[in-house]
């Protein structure tokens, strides 16, 4: 049965993502199964209350989400799936979705904004490239139709990531009379990088960002690396201006001098949901599981990340066998738990990424290992009850991203820590600008400058390593996600009656 909410009904407040806050599996029987997701979006959505008529435009993601969409007629899912919240989903073609998606979101602009592309060897944008390209523009077109269609006159829409970065302005043609924004929770690539991609690609990126009365990023670094591609566009149609404080932004002198602005919002962990959930029933089954796979009285280096590429779970493995074997005396007082749960399998290079963090995990227990004594404790099946469990454990966490636009684990896991642990953090994560201070700080392609740091931190006194979480975890909670999305909507505001 779909939602008591129609699908004509206007929304003051829209949310567009590439993942929405439920998902469905279809059992056996054809009986449809939905789950609700949790994160930033999750909350920050849920602190605007029931009144304030919003809606959060998603895509299907998979068969189940497509026969959900199927059951509501195109209309808002049903209220008992979404816990309340009005969620539309769109039934956009699934090979659409999957070259917008795999073939540009995440094999183009990802691999950009992260400056993961083997130079000599790619990119290489040739007519497969336009085509999926092509789909790009279509998905886009898709959301930003929808917004269009259910926003009601003079509505906020916040748009979410490097998936949409098309829609502000595509938006913004159909619908001059709505607050736009734009949130992207990846880094921006700086100006030589984003020159990689084709010019006209560029200036379609652009425009589609500017599209927005105000774009925003999780750390300056990012905003700045996006305003410097921005001067790099024709002058006689922007003028970029550089004022003290928060008020950066772009001129369009092609519309009326009409301008976009340019924030920043960091992201913080949520602790009142995390210090509760970790303290659940089956958080403390996992915590002694993993208390027996580590042995008694051992310390712990704890890492839990996707697959993926920016996250440098190989340089991070190698590391840990460096400390092993510069500091011999580590061996046997220590258990690294890495968990490494598969991320975008679908890409070969993903595929392939995960073998070999299995394969050096391995080696450095056939090496090091003892019968007594398992020096990696490779995870790979997502559990989250089971990372929970490892953050109260960790006594060090290993956080060394290649490139990062925040790294939430860095912040979480300070929260959650029973004894207190101490943070080794890549320079190159988002939020080594806030936690910098009180982490080993690493250049994540330095394995040995990583190993020592691994041994720094390991070393350090209890007293000094409590101090230092209570430091981090203040930091990292500074501005939780009902806020940071709130904050956002009050910026969208402010810009309209200034």
């Known amino acids: ?52 008529d919003s809606l959060w435009v998603c895509s299907a993601l998979g068969d189940g989400d497509r026969a959900a969409v199927r059951r509501a007629g195109d209309g808002p ?35 950009v904004h992260h400056m ?3 130079t000599p060897l790619e990119p290489v ?24 269609e259910a926003a009601a006159e003079a509505a906020t829409v916040l748009v979410q990531d490097y998936h949409l970065c098309l829609v502000p302005g595509m938006l913004r043609g159909l619908r001059p009379d709505l607050r736009i924004g734009h949130f992207s929770h990846t880094p921006w690539a700086p100006p030589d990088y984003f020159e ?9 990126l652009m425009a589609g960002m500017l599209g927005a009365d105000r774009v925003a990023f999780l750390t300056w670094r990012w905003a700045t690396a996006f305003q410097r591609c921005a001067e790099g566009l024709d002058d006689e149609r922007y003028l970029v201006a550089w004022p003290s404080g928060s008020a950066r932004h772009v001129e369009h002198l092609s519309e009326g001098r009409r301008r976009t602005y340019i924030g920043v919002h960091s992201l913080g962990a949520d602790a009142d949901f995390l210090r509760a959930r970790a303290h659940q029933p089956d958080v403390e089954e996992r915590m002694a599981a993993l208390r027996e796979e580590i042995g008694e009285g051992r310390r ?19 590391a840990y066998r460096q400390l092993l074997e510069e500091h011999p005396q580590w061996r046997e007082r220590v258990v690294h738990l890495a968990f490494a749960y598969p991320s975008r399998q679908d890409l070969a290079v993903y595929r392939d990424y995960t073998a070999a963090v299995q394969r050096v995990a391995e080696e450095i227990n056939s090496t090091y290992g003892t019968p007594g ?24 966490a290993l956080v060394n991203p290649i490139r990062d636009g925040m790294n939430l684990v860095a912040k979480e896991v300070p929260v959650v820590s029973d004894q207190g642990c101490a943070l080794v953090l890549s320079r190159e994560a988002g939020a080594y600008e806030e936690l910098g201070a009180n982490a080993f700080v690493v250049n994540p392609y330095d394995v040995l400058e990583t190993a020592r740091a691994l041994h720094e931190a390991l070393s350090l006194p209890p007293e000094e390593r409590a101090d230092r979480t209570k430091r981090l975890a203040a930091a990292a909670t500074a501005l939780p996600p009902a806020q940071w999305f709130l904050d956002q909507l009050r910026a969208l505001e402010e810009l309209q009656s200034s």
Do not use: C
């Open 1 to 52: 049965m779909a939602s008591t909410q129609g699908a004509a009904e206007k929304a003051r407040v829209l949310v567009a993502s590439n993942r929405g806050p439920v998902s469905y599996t279809v059992d056996e029987n054809g009986s449809l199964h939905a789950k609700r997701g949790g994160g930033g979006l999750v909350s920050g959505l849920s602190a605007i209350g029931s009144g304030a």
């Open 125 to 148: 944008f040739d007519a497969e490239f336009r085509r999926q390209w092509a789909s790009y523009e279509a998905y886009n077109r898709a959301f930003a139709e929808a917004l269009a």
């Open 196 to 204: 990689l991609l084709p010019g006209d690609i560029r200036e379609q």
């Open 116 to 118: 993961l592309y083997q």
């Open 77 to 111: 899912l049903p209220d008992e799936d979404t816990g309340g919240q009005r969620v539309r989903m769109l039934d956009i073609d699934a090979s659409v979705h999957s070259d917008a998606y795999n073939g540009i979101a995440n094999s183009v602009l990802w691999f």
């Open 300 to 318: 712990t280096v704890v890492r839990v990340d996707r697959t993926e590429l920016s996250k440098n779970i190989v340089r991070g493995l190698l």
């Open 373 to 396: 004594w398992t020096p990696v404790v490779l995870h790979v099946k997502d559990d989250f009850a089971r990372s929970l469990a490892a953050y109260r454990l960790a006594d060090v």
